[in-house]
Structures are given as structure tokens and as C-alpha cells.
């Protein structure tokens, strides 16, 4: 789950990261008021879960009610790879002397957390050459690496003390919330020498949530994905126009790299889990019949817990009901799948031995 900015930013108040006041709001009459309360000058950001809002036009700096009108529909209107605003940050202007960077991450292939920051910021940080790399264990930052980063980054006096301070808060927050990632970029030394985040950037461990209910709050629902949660199993809309349906996330993603990398667009995340019934599983068609961009089902399922014939009998029940009537492309694997395919001789459920070639059936399904 990777937080909006404004999000992010309650998270670095929280653990004492020097911010700019800002005010978030979702419509303009919101963002009106807020104006008022911020005071002019400021800067209006659109607040999308992906990059590049800047030279898509989602950042302008307002300096009155008549560039207030003109620019915030500008950029609530905007949308950025894909992305649509969630919200507007208004933000008092910075006067900024240099932008630095500066993030912590999980690097699972070495086990640790490790520092990555640079001397120039507000730019992307893998087009940077000097970058600071340093691995930190598990544990929070010390004073020594801490001091050791500003010291590789240049830095002297007050602004070396800034950026070590901020440095170790980050740490802080990342560790206790158990982050994948978290981002300032750019930090910004002010021209009074000042240390303040003029960005945020937090993902967080989707496998550790369950132990941080305060982060809940952020995590963004629709209507049929809520519906799925108190159904027992993950539903995830995508934008595509396949829905893809199996047991376990990993088999279940890696179906969706497979049909993504054959020209497949995913509808739909569906993992109807190890404790499936038939019942779940004809609430899970049911989520997908309300779906109105799904124009075919692919099913991936290697019955262990669950039996394959559960999964028949759902879609039997939903042919039955008229649930469905959309063409289901399915490699059924494991307990009773013999059984299962029997089931579903004759019905409108085509049964494929691998799931490539359930795959590129799939797209050349829907295309047609």
C-alpha cells in the first residue's frame, strides 16, 4: 500500500520531521476555506500514488484567489499515468537554497534496511550518479551512521545536524511501522539553514499491516473489494477486462504477470483462499458479475486444501442462475480435478491443460 503524500506527511508530524504547513481537501469549495486558513502564496499538488506530478502539471504555485480559481480544476481534472486525484494539497512556498534526498528501504535480498541518499534531490534518484548506499541491519539508525550520511553528503554545522536528525527520525518511523519504503525527496535545506521535507514518500509492508491497525485508515477500498474482505477473500480491481480467479496470492500474481506479458489486461485480482466453499466462491462470481468492464474469466486453480470440484460446482451454480454469461478459460489442477473437469463438460467453462494455453486463449478470447 503506498500512501498519498499528504498521507505520508501525517506519518513525518507524527515522529517530528520538520514540514511546511499544508492542508489537504477533495473538492474546491474544501480547498476554498483552506486557501483562507493557509494564506497566499502556496502550492497546489495533486495528490496521485505515482510520480512525475510535476512535469505532468499537477504542481503550481498560487499566489492569489484569481490563480486559485484557474489552477486548482486545472489540477484536480489532471491525470497522471493512469491515475486520477484522490485529493489537493495546498502548501505555504518554500524558500529553498537546496534540495537534497533521502530514503530507507527494505532490502530483502540482503535481510536489512538500507540508506540511500544524495546530494541533489527533487530529481529521480536512479538518475543520480552519487548516490549514498549504506546498509543498517534491522535496527534504527545510529548517531554514527547518522552523522556519517551528512558528512558523504557534504554537509557541515547546523545543516549536517538537520539532515542527521532527520535521518534517524525516518529510521524511527520505518522501523516501528514496519515500512517497505520511506522517502523524502527533496529534503530541502532552507535559507536559514532549516532541514524540512517538501515531499513523502511511504509503502508499506502489505505482509506486516495486520499489526498496525493506525495505518487502516489509508488503505483505500471500493465497494466490491470491501465486499470481498467480509466475503473471506482478496478481491483487488484492476483495469483491465479479464478477471483473473485462483487460490493463493502468489499463483494468483503470477498468473497476472503471465497474462500481462502476453498481452492480457487483468480485470481483477481474485484469491479465493484455502478455506473456500462453494458458497465463497459464487460470492466471489457475483463481485466479478458486477465488474461491467469483465470480458472473460481466467482460472488458475492447483486444488490442495480446496478441491477443485468446489470450484466447479460455483460455476455450475452461477451458469445455473444466469449468473454469468461471460467465456471462463480454466487450468484446473490437484484434488478431484479430473472429477472437476467432468462437471464441466458441456458448460460454457473451456478447460485447458496448462495454464499458458488457458492464457492465450483467454486473449485471443476477448479480442475476438
Known amino acids: 500500500m503506498q500512501l498519498l503524500e499528504f498521507q505520508a506527511k501525517e506519518l513525518f508530524r507524527e515522529y517530528g520531521i520538520s514540514l511546511l504547513d499544508s492542508i489537504s481537501s477533495t473538492n474546491i469549495e474544501e480547498g476554498r476555506k483552506h486557501a483562507k486558513e493557509l494564506g497566499y502564496p502556496f502550492v497546489i499538488k495533486i495528490q496521485v500514488p505515482v510520480g512525475g506530478r510535476g512535469k505532468a502539471g499537477g504542481i503550481q504555485k498560487c499566489q492569489n484567489d484569481d ?30 537554497k537546496k534540495e537534497l534526498y533521502l530514503s530507507i528501504f527494505l532490502n530483502r535480498s540482503k535481510r536489512c534496511y538500507t540508506i540511500i541518499a544524495s546530494a541533489e534531490g527533487g530529481v529521480e534518484i536512479e538518475s543520480v550518479k552519487n548516490q549514498i548506499i549504506k546498509e543498517i541491519g534491522l535496527g534504527e539508525v545510529s548517531d554514527e551512521i547518522a552523522d556519517a550520511v551528512a558528512k558523504e553528503m557534504g554537509l557541515e554545522g547546523s545543516i549536517a545536524e538537520g539532515v542527521a536528525d532527520t535521518l534517524k527520525k525516518l529510521s524511527k518511523l520505518t ?16 535559507q536559514d539553514d532549516s532541514v524540512t521535507a517538501l515531499d513523502g514518500k511511504f509503502v ?23 465486499q ?20 493463493g496470492a502468489g499463483l494468483v500474481m503470477s498468473t497476472l504477470d503471465m497474462l500481462s506479458d502476453n498481452g492480457g489486461k487483468p480485470a481483477c485480482f ?21 465488474l461491467d468492464r469483465v470480458k472473460g474469466i481466467l482460472v488458475n486453480l492447483y486444488g490442495g486444501i480446496v478441491k477443485t470440484t468446489v470450484v466447479a460446482e460455483a460455476f455450475l451454480k452461477a451458469y445455473e442462475n444466469n449468473l454469468i454469461d461471460l467465456p471462463v478459460f480454466s487450468r484446473l489442477k490437484g484434488t478431484e480435478s479430473e472429477k472437476a473437469k467432468e462437471m464441466l463438460q458441456g458448460s460454457r467453462t473451456n478447460i485447458f491443460d496448462s495454464v499458458e494455453e488457458a492464457i492465450n486463449a483467454a486473449v485471443m478470447g476477448v479480442k475476438k
Open 67 to 96: 490563480e486559485f480559481e484557474l489552477k486548482y480544476p486545472q489540477v484536480m481534472d489532471l491525470e497522471i499515468k493512469g491515475e486520477k486525484a484522490r485529493a489537493i494539497l495546498l502548501e505555504k512556498m518554500a524558500d529553498i
Open 204 to 226: 508499506t509492508d502489505d505482509n506486516a499491516n495486520f499489526r498496525h491497525d493506525e495505518l487502516q485508515k489509508y488503505q483505500e477500498k471500493t465497494e466490491i473489494e470491501e
Open 270 to 290: 481474485l484469491d479465493v483462499g484455502g478455506g473456500a466453499t462453494t458458497e465463497s466462491v459464487y460470492e466471489a462470481l457475483t463481485l466479478i458479475s458486477k
Open 175 to 190: 522501523i516501528e511501522k514496519e515500512a517497505e519504503l520511506v522517502e523524502i525527496n527533496p529534503l530541502a535545506i532552507m
Open 228 to 247: 470481498a474482505e467480509k466475503s473471506g477473500f482478496s478481491l483487488v480491481e484492476l483495469d483491465g477486462d479479464i478477471a483473473v480467479v485462483g487460490n
